[in-house]
């Protein structure tokens, strides 16, 4: 019962106020549209009005170019480069394997057939010079020769056979113009003797014979003609006999390619002309 009666008290009808409610009055500022003259910052500017429109824009100005700027550091490059000492790089050519090969006729002993009938000779030779001025030498060649009763031997005879040497050479010096070398090598010979009777009741010997030496070589070329590669050259033998077969009929006789089989040392000249082919022109190329 008595919360319906403080119920009653406080309701009170929609729309109606509450006569114990206390209301606070509150001094209501009218705002002036237009700005008093005072030291507020806003003072000096004109408020927009929202209604008014500039009915021709400003056209936009075309901003001014940038100029560059004065470098005003020194470039470090520069002064670097002038503590640099400065050297010119020089390409070393290109050296082959192979560096020439050439082809030798002896001429020395081909021009003797003008001058006797009884000596023939021919001789020629193959040379590849490598790398380090080492050089490949060989030689081959045939001789014939017919020789009287004559040297103590009892009767004449004939030889003729083939005869070669092969070994290394080295260039003590060496430029595309001239060249001195030396050289070991080691020849061999094999042939046929045969006697000449001096009358028909003398009986005719055959035999094939065969003989081996070493030989020591001094040689020096000189070139003729550089546009042809043309060499003229000469060659000092030394020949020292290693074995050999005898001739019973002929103590003296000729070995072909080792001179006279009586002689332990056998010193010799050859005269020959070189056709050389160089591969030292080449050189390194970059593309």
């Known amino acids: ?13 929609l729309g109606k106020k509450n006569p114990r409610e206390k209301t606070t009055q509150y001094p209501t500022r009218k705002y002036s549209s237009k700005i008093q003259k005072n ?19 400003s056209p936009l100005k075309k901003p001014t170019l940038l100029k560059p700027a004065t470098r005003i550091q020194e470039d470090p490059l520069v002064r670097l480069d002038t503590l640099v000492v400065k050297q ?6 290109y050296v082959p394997w192979v560096q020439t090969i050439g082809v030798a006729v002896d001429y ?3 021009t003797m057939i003008f001058f006797t009938k009884k000596a023939h000779r021919y001789a020629g030779s193959l040379s590849i010079l ?23 031997n009892s009767s004449g005879y004939t030889v003729a056979g083939y005869y070669g040497n092969i070994g290394l050479d080295y260039f003590v010096f060496y430029n595309p113009r001239n060249n001195l070398y030396a050289g070991l090598r080691y020849g061999r010979s094999r042939c046929k003797n045969s006697t000449t009777p001096a009358s028909p009741a003398e009986q005719v010997i ?3 014979l065969s003989a081996s030496w070493w030989e020591l070589v001094i040689g020096s070329e000189h070139q003729l003609f550089s546009s042809l590669g043309l ?4 060659i000092v033998h030394f020949r020292g006999l290693g ?36 591969f030292l022109e080449k050189k390194i190329t970059f593309n």
Not at 39 to 57: E, F, G, R
């Open 39 to 57: 030291n507020h910052p806003l003072q000096k500017t004109t408020p927009a009005t929202p209604d008014t429109k500039d009915p021709k824009p």
């Open 88 to 93: 010119h790089i020089t390409q070393a050519p």
């Open 1 to 13: 019962m008595l919360l319906g009666v403080h119920a009653a008290a406080w309701a009170t009808p």
């Open 231 to 234: 060499y003229a050259g000469l």
């Open 206 to 208: 055959n035999k094939n």
């Open 108 to 110: 020395g002993r081909l």
């Open 130 to 152: 490598f790398r380090k001025n080492i050089q490949l030498s060989g030689i081959l060649g045939y001789q014939k020769l017919v020789q009287e009763r004559s040297m103590g």
């Open 243 to 278: 074995s050999f077969e005898k001739f019973e009929p002929a103590t003296n006789y000729i070995v072909p390619g080792y001179g006279r089989s009586v002689q332990n040392i056998s010193p010799s000249l050859t005269l020959y002309i070189k056709y050389q082919i160089s």
